[in-house]
């Protein structure tokens, strides 16, 4: 969770104390009982009138967005967004203070890119796993009460699954713990018909489709079908 390579973030992504986001939150078919009431708060902070001319032009630069971060990172759902990307359509048709509403939030990357350009969100989703992953990603979070937490659960967890992960150095044979593995896709190689593991063949360029064969010097493409996977570093 915490290594030297990144440091601890500390503060609140969400500078002011107003509610940014209805409180409570509901899973599945259950509607959130204080959205009414949030909506009514924001309309009386910004008055609107439907004959109001909201007169902006559609969005059409072309985005470039990074996809590799931390936050990105975060978690695995499907179909999320860069939030680089989201943050150029806010900040295109919103003001700050404006309410944003996403009701097909997903993995609630709207709402929070909403929320750290200082609008308010309101995110739904029909799937329960979209809601509890957004009610997580656009939560602050008491950073020192959660490394106590990962300590104290590390503690909790480490002796019953550590054996799971012993294992004896493959240079000097003493005992020692798994870190990490790496499998490799293997490929059979069309001429020598030797299989190899792509880790171990030098690519042809850089657009990392094509490999020499360590044998033979053939050429081993990633079309190919491949043979399987091998553990080639523990
Ligand atoms: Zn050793
Ligand atoms: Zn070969």
Request: glycine share 6%.
């Amino acid at each position: 969770m915490m290594d030297n390579e990144h440091e601890v973030q500390t503060g609140n992504l969400f500078s002011e104390d107003t509610p940014k986001m209805p409180e409570g939150y509901y899973s599945g078919d259950k509607p959130n009982l204080n959205l009414p009431a949030f909506v009514e708060q924001h309309i009386k902070s910004r008055p609107y009138s439907t004959n109001e001319d909201y007169g902006i032009d559609s969005f059409s630069e072309p985005i470039n967005a990074q996809r590799e971060y931390d936050i990105f990172n975060m978690h695995a759902y499907w179909s999320k967004k860069a939030h680089e990307a989201i943050e150029q359509y806010i900040e295109h048709y919103t003001q700050p203070g404006d309410l944003v509403l996403d009701q097909f939030c997903g993995s609630g990357g709207t709402a929070l890119s909403a929320l750290s350009l200082g609008r308010k969100a309101i995110a739904i989703d029909r799937s329960p796993a979209a809601t509890f992953i957004s009610n997580g990603f656009c939560s602050s979070t008491d950073l020192p009460k959660l490394n106590e937490e990962y300590a104290r659960l590390m503690q909790k967890v480490s002796s019953p699954i550590s054996e799971l992960y012993n294992s004896n150095c493959h240079i000097c044979g003493s005992k020692a713990i798994i870190h990490y593995q790496v499998y490799s896709m293997t490929f059979q190689c069309l001429k020598c018909l030797r299989k190899t593991p792509l880790a171990r063949c030098t690519p042809v360029d850089n657009s990392s489709n094509a490999y020499y064969c360590p044998y033979c010097g053939d050429i081993i493409k990633t079309s190919q079908e491949k043979t399987g996977y091998q553990l080639i570093e523990t």
